[in-house]
């Protein structure tokens, strides 16, 4: 199998994005490997030595994917034995050109800290912990947005991702077998009805999600999940929540989605 | 100011990556937006619509970053009044030369579902809630990697990141002022101990960051702050439990250490 690698001076999160992209365009598999954080002549010689090793190893030259710069360590990895891909250069030249601005490459910028939205994200985090679940209901003020949706819909980890990635303040309250016989948006919620987004998700994922919880409950009947479903459908569509089912989405999408819908703010950028 | 446009028939999450890495080598300011799912031509035509706006409001043409490859839409796109880059372009014709097969664009592959890694994730940012700052010592068993340390290092939103981006099992465990007049790995740790990995981070940021919290308090006080930094970094040496500075480091670094230091395998890729 064909290895690829993903290699930075600093996190290598945008070689990784970067070849993910590209790779995923083709239908074959590859062995990935990331090595992060090389700064130093030693770090940038053991990378060659196993992205050689890979080569070797494979009988095809590894694929290395980068974004140094300018980088006295840029020479050893470009000795290496390997088809290397910069996604950065091609676009440098003529971005200096549009705006009439040289290029300063600085490492580590991309994915370190920028002190305003590191603390936005660090605040998100700690509102979305202490909302989640419906465990506070007194402190909706402060929410961006409010999810709302039935057991394992997706709130949580969407409520966290929208923390961590873009700083919004996210609390989720669920709707549970108590609700159902009347279910209506609750007295504490009705202020900020506004800032409600649902989510929904096929009953027949439901069924299988909690079956591997709690199999052989009445919570992860066929009959209690169709019905709750029902039920909250029905509600976003009388009080004209904006909702979106889950069943075939990502974390990454679910949440793309809620700020496409609701125009909200990211705070990082 | 420039505008800067980040659009794809996805979540535009390579595309804002692949932006802000070109614009961040760039010392001037520029204004944000990004434009998800690209799907219709009507929203095409919006999009089209809102980057001309930028550019007569702006007085230069807005910068667009897309991946689009083969899409009829591209074309409505590529019409805008604004310079375009397509990061993708370059490398795929060197790329399928490489591999020997014709690329596949397929929209939505990037940050979509791939069924194995999500349940990963689910289960891991489930994990990391249920093992959280202490809150459950009977689980370590079934974690990846233990993250002490003090409190406000850091642990929280680091556990919840290497959940959410790797679906990594992170558990953390906090060393609170009750421990320090002889400060040791806590029994139920110590069958743990090549899980560990410590957090720590400059007094003085510590100070800060409590007394944000807590003015006043014991708790934010620099002789307590003081004392805890240096008695949890003395275990770390004395117990061999490798660990890093978080003081000038985001989430994003945090993490990427934590992997490299430790050399754990992401579940996702």
Redesign the interface.
Same mark, same amino acid.
């Given at each position: 199998m064909?290895s690829a690698f993903y290699i930075s001076d600093?996190?290598? $999160?945008?070689s990784?994005?970067?070849g =993910?992209?590209?790779? +995923?365009?083709?239908?074959?598999e590859f062995e990935?490997h990331?090595?992060?954080?090389i700064e130093t002549t030693e770090k940038a010689l053991a990378a060659k030595e196993r992205i050689n090793k890979a080569t070797s190893r494979g009988g095809k030259?590894a694929?290395v994917f980068h974004?140094f710069?300018n980088n006295e360590n840029r020479e050893i990895i470009e000795s290496c034995d390997a088809?290397l891909?910069n996604?950065?250069e091609?676009?440098?030249a003529?971005?200096?050109k549009?705006?009439a $601005?040289k290029?300063?490459?600085?490492t =580590?910028?991309?994915? +370190?800290?920028h002190e305003k939205s590191?603390d936005y994200?660090?605040e998100a985090?700690?509102y979305a912990?202490t909302n989640?679940d419906g465990s506070n209901v007194t402190n909706y003020e402060e929410a961006d947005v409010i999810l709302v949706g039935v057991s394992r819909s997706g709130k949580?980890?969407s409520s966290?991702?929208l923390a961590?990635q873009y700083g919004i303040k996210a609390a989720n309250y669920p709707f549970t077998d108590d609700d159902m016989e009347e279910l209506k948006i609750p007295s504490f919620l009705k202020p900020f009805h506004k800032k409600l987004f649902g989510l929904t998700i096929d009953a027949q994922r439901l069924i299988d999600i909690r079956d591997g919880r709690m199999a052989n409950s009445k919570y992860s009947s066929a009959r209690q999940c169709r019905m709750e479903v029902r039920e909250v459908e029905k509600l976003y569509k009388n009080e004209q929540i904006p909702f979106i089912n889950t069943t075939?989405?990502?974390?990454?999408?679910i949440t793309?989605?809620i700020?496409?819908e609701t125009g909200l703010q990211?705070y990082k950028?």
């Amino acid at each position: 199998m064909r290895s690829a690698f993903y290699i930075s001076d600093g996190t290598a $999160i945008t070689s990784e994005v970067f070849g =993910h992209a590209l790779l +995923s365009l083709f239908p074959t598999e590859f062995e990935h490997h990331t090595i992060s954080f090389i700064e130093t002549t030693e770090k940038a010689l053991a990378a060659k030595e196993r992205i050689n090793k890979a080569t070797s190893r494979g009988g095809k030259p590894a694929l290395v994917f980068h974004t140094f710069v300018n980088n006295e360590n840029r020479e050893i990895i470009e000795s290496c034995d390997a088809v290397l891909y910069n996604f950065l250069e091609p676009f440098v030249a003529p971005l200096e050109k549009e705006l009439a $601005i040289k290029a300063k490459p600085t490492t =580590h910028r991309t994915h +370190s800290i920028h002190e305003k939205s590191y603390d936005y994200r660090i605040e998100a985090v700690n509102y979305a912990l202490t909302n989640d679940d419906g465990s506070n209901v007194t402190n909706y003020e402060e929410a961006d947005v409010i999810l709302v949706g039935v057991s394992r819909s997706g709130k949580t980890p969407s409520s966290l991702y929208l923390a961590l990635q873009y700083g919004i303040k996210a609390a989720n309250y669920p709707f549970t077998d108590d609700d159902m016989e009347e279910l209506k948006i609750p007295s504490f919620l009705k202020p900020f009805h506004k800032k409600l987004f649902g989510l929904t998700i096929d009953a027949q994922r439901l069924i299988d999600i909690r079956d591997g919880r709690m199999a052989n409950s009445k919570y992860s009947s066929a009959r209690q999940c169709r019905m709750e479903v029902r039920e909250v459908e029905k509600l976003y569509k009388n009080e004209q929540i904006p909702f979106i089912n889950t069943t075939k989405l990502s974390v990454e999408e679910i949440t793309a989605k809620i700020l496409t819908e609701t125009g909200l703010q990211r705070y990082k950028y």
